[in-house]
C-alpha cells in the first residue's frame, strides 16, 4: 500500500491551511474523497442526470442502472445475501432510526428491553430512548471495563429472555474500542432479540460481513468511507423487512393508491419513499470501488500501525497528555492535555494546518463515564502518514508552551 500515491489521488489534501500544509485528522467526523468519486458524480450530473425507475427515456435508464448498480456493490461489499436487504438512506443516523421507528416500535411492549453499551454515539442512543418511551420498553446498558472495552461476560448479564434488540456500534468513535458484534449477535439470538449494528466506523477501515456476523441490522453511512454526504445504508434481513411498515410515504415507494387505502412496492423500495439519492448511491459505489482496489485488509493494517506510532509518541513526548480507550483498538485517538481545553487545543491544533475534532464527539453519555466534559480526537485513515503524526506531536508540544507561557 503506497500512501504517497494514495494521497495523490485526494485533491483537498494538496493545499496549505493558514501557511501550512494540511494534516487532515479528522475522518471519523467524515473522510476525503478521491478524484474517482469526485469525477463520477461530475460525470452523473453532466451527461445523465435524470430521475429513476420511472422514466423510459435514455438518461432515466442510465441513472437507473447506475443506481441499482451501487445496490449491487454495496450488497457485495458487505456480503448481503440478496439487493432486497440494501435500503438507501440519508446516513447512519437515517438507517437506526428507521429500525427504530419501524421494527422495534411494532415489536415492542410494556416490559421489553432494548440493550445498547455505554460508548454509543448519539445516534445509537435516543432512538432507542424514543423507541422505549412509544412503547413502554426498558433501555439497559451494558457496563464498560475500567480500559473501554466491553466484556462478553457483562453481555451474558445484560441480555435477558425479556431482551428484544441489542443494538451495539462496532467500532466506537471515541474510544476507538473494537467490539466483539459476531459474539454479541449469537449472545442476542440465544435470547431471542435482533441485532442492530451501528457499523458507521468499522465499514470503512475493515472488513464487515454480514452474513459471518449473522446481525439482522447494520447502518452505515458513505461519508465516512470516501462517498458523498447524504448516503447511508441499512442493512436488513429480509424477513425482518418484509414484515416493518415504511416511515416515509409518498412517490417511488407507492404500488397502488386508491382514494382511502394504498400499497408498497417490494423491497426495498417500499423504504425509499421520494426521489432517491441517485447522485450519492453512484458516488457510494465508486467508493466502494476505490476501496476495493486498495483492499481493506491494507487499510487497517496501515491504520493499526499508524495508531500504534502515534500513542507511542504521544505518550513518550507530551508531558500531561491522557489517552482514552483500550491498547487494542481502531485508528482513532482520543485524548486531553492537562491544563489545556480541548477547543482551545484544536484552535491552536488549526493556526498550524492541523485538523482535529474537539468536543463530545455526540457521545455525552460517555463523556460523563470518562469524567470529561470533552475530549480532543485524532483519527486516520488510509490517506495519513507517519510524517501527519510528527505534525501532531510537534504542535500538541507547541500547544503546551503557548499556553505554559499564557498562564506563566
Known amino acids: 500500500m503506497d500512501v ?49 425507475h420511472r422514466g423510459v427515456h435514455t438518461l432515466g435508464t442510465l441513472a437507473t442502472e447506475g443506481y441499482e448498480g451501487a445496490r449491487e456493490k454495496v450488497r457485495a461489499f458487505i456480503n448481503a445475501k440478496s439487493t432486497e436487504e440494501i435500503v438507501f438512506t440519508r446516513g ?40 422505549a418511551k412509544a412503547t413502554g420498553a426498558t433501555l439497559k446498558y451494558i457496563p464498560m471495563q475500567e480500559d473501554g472495552s466491553i466484556s462478553l461476560e457483562d453481555v451474558r448479564e445484560t441480555v435477558t429472555d425479556n431482551t428484544k434488540i441489542v443494538a451495539v456500534i462496532q467500532v466506537s468513535n471515541v474510544l476507538g474500542t473494537i467490539n466483539p458484534v459476531k459474539e454479541i449477535t449469537s449472545i442476542a439470538h440465544e435470547k431471542g432479540a435482533v441485532s442492530v449494528i451501528d457499523g458507521a466506523q468499522s465499514i470503512p477501515h475493515m472488513k464487515v460481513d454480514v452474513q459471518d456476523i449473522d446481525c439482522d441490522f447494520l447502518a452505515f453511512s458513505g461519508h465516512k468511507m470516501c462517498g ?30 386508491d382514494w382511502q387505502e394504498s400499497t408498497w412496492k417490494e423491497l426495498p423500495w417500499k423504504f425509499e419513499g421520494g426521489t432517491p439519492i441517485i447522485g450519492g448511491a453512484i458516488g457510494l459505489a465508486a467508493a466502494i470501488d476505490f476501496l476495493n482496489e486498495i483492499g481493506l485488509d491494507n487499510i487497517e493494517e496501515h491504520e493499526t500501525k499508524l495508531v500504534n506510532y502515534a ?14 480507550g483500550p491498547k487494542k483498538r481502531a485508528g482513532i485517538v482520543t485524548f486531553n ?63 503546551k508552551e503557548y499556553f505554559g507561557d499564557v498562564f506563566a
Open 337 to 399: 492535555v492537562d491544563n489545556v481545553h480541548p477547543h482551545d487545543l484544536a484552535t491552536v491544533l488549526d493556526s498550524e494546518g492541523i485538523a482535529v475534532r474537539a468536543g463530545h464527539h455526540c457521545a455525552q453519555p460517555l463523556m460523563r463515564w470518562l469524567k470529561a466534559t470533552a475530549t480532543a480526537r485524532a483519527s486516520f485513515y488510509l490517506y495519513n502518514t507517519e510524517e501527519d503524526v510528527d505534525a501532531l506531536v510537534k504542535g500538541l508540544i507547541k500547544t
Open 92 to 131: 447512519a443516523t437515517a438507517a437506526l432510526n428507521l429500525v427504530a421507528s419501524s421494527y422495534a416500535r411494532d415489536n415492542l411492549s410494556e416490559g421489553d428491553e432494548i440493550v445498547i453499551t455505554q460508548m454509543e454515539h448519539h445516534s445509537n442512543i435516543i432512538p432507542w430512548q424514543q423507541a
Open 4 to 52: 504517497r500515491e494514495i494521497r495523490k489521488m485526494f485533491p483537498i489534501l494538496d493545499q496549505e491551511v493558514n501557511g501550512h500544509p494540511l494534516v487532515y485528522l479528522d475522518s471519523s467526523a467524515t473522510s476525503q474523497k478521491p478524484v474517482q468519486v469526485i469525477e463520477k458524480l461530475d460525470d452523473y450530473y453532466r451527461r445523465y442526470n435524470s430521475n429513476v
Open 311 to 324: 500513542i507511542e509518541r504521544l505518550q513518550n513526548e507530551v508531558k500531561g497528555l491522557q489517552i482514552y
Open 228 to 257: 458523498p454526504t447524504g448516503i447511508g445504508v441499512l442493512y436488513g434481513k429480509k424477513q425482518w423487512l418484509n414484515n416493518m411498515e415504511p416511515v416515509e410515504f409518498g412517490g417511488e415507494m407507492i404500488d397502488f393508491v
